[in-house]
């Protein structure tokens, strides 16, 4: 039983690391890449590049992401930051050089559910009760005004860089994928059992009718039903 619990409190732990944000300098750093000390990360977690001045005045030079981790240190990619209409980052010609600040999971706290059902989409919310959820009826009413009931990847990242979400949590079948939204990678899974055989598509919000023209249900576009969609969306190849 005490070894039970230190298995599932080891999980917690694990698990619960991946939305902190951690501050850390950035080491060995090249045009495009730089190493930190901070080991044990998952491929596709992102975060910015902070340069401070002397005056104690800051300004964010890039994104970067992690492409490569063990366990002591990780290596990062720097990423051209894309500017959103809501908001404009301000421009430099600095690059990234030692010293500067990394702060990994930068905006993890907000998160957009993609989840096939009302249960499984409050499951989820209780489950995570410190993350802040932007309601998927937003993103739904966008696609309806659109006329898109397929969201794509750019679909999904360019509304998460609009309204500042740094991750997506996608329920496909028994497991919820925890997803970036800046490299679109799956960073964590988590087996979750709940009951989802209604599926509403393209996922469940309480905006109906996406598509106006009825011969292009969500099922007929040629993608495929839920499940399927969302696996091949994000690059799934071991779901059962």
Same mark, same amino acid.
């Given at each position: ?28 750093? =090249? ?54 209409? *809501?908001? =404009?980052?301000? =421009?430099?010609? +600095? ?8 702060? +990994? ?6 998160? +957009? ?6 249960? =499984? ?35 999904? *990242? ?30 964590? *899974? ?43 969306? +994000? ?6």
């Amino acid at each position: 039983m005490i070894k039970f619990l230190f298995v599932l409190l080891l999980f917690y732990n694990s698990l619960f690391a991946i939305f902190e944000t951690k501050t850390v300098d950035i080491i060995s750093t =090249t045009n495009k890449t730089a190493t930190i000390d901070q080991g044990n990360l998952s491929i596709g977690q992102t975060g910015i590049i902070v340069h401070k001045y002397k005056n104690n005045n800051s300004i964010i030079l890039c994104d970067a992401k992690v492409i490569a981790s063990n366990n002591n240190s990780s290596k990062i990619e720097f990423i051209k930051l894309k500017d959103s209409k *809501q908001y =404009t980052y301000a =421009t430099t010609n +600095l690059k990234p050089q030692n010293q500067d600040k990394f702060i +990994l999971n930068h905006l993890y706290k907000n998160v +957009l559910i993609i989840a096939p059902n009302l249960k =499984t989409y409050n499951t989820i919310k209780a489950k995570f009760k410190k993350q802040v959820f932007l309601s998927s009826d937003i993103f739904a009413s966008i696609l309806k005004a659109n006329n898109n009931p397929t969201p794509t990847k750019k679909d999904f *990242q360019d509304f998460c860089r609009f309204n500042f979400i740094g991750l997506l949590f996608v329920y496909i079948k028994d497991r919820l994928y925890i997803v970036d939204t800046k490299s679109f990678k799956t960073i964590k *899974q988590i087996k979750i059992a709940i009951d989802a055989k209604e599926k509403q598509k393209p996922f469940y919000s309480l905006v109906e009718n996406i598509e106006k023209n009825p011969l292009k249900l969500f099922g007929q576009s040629g993608i495929g039903k839920y499940d399927e969609y969302y696996t091949k969306l +994000l690059g799934i190849s071991n779901v059962r």
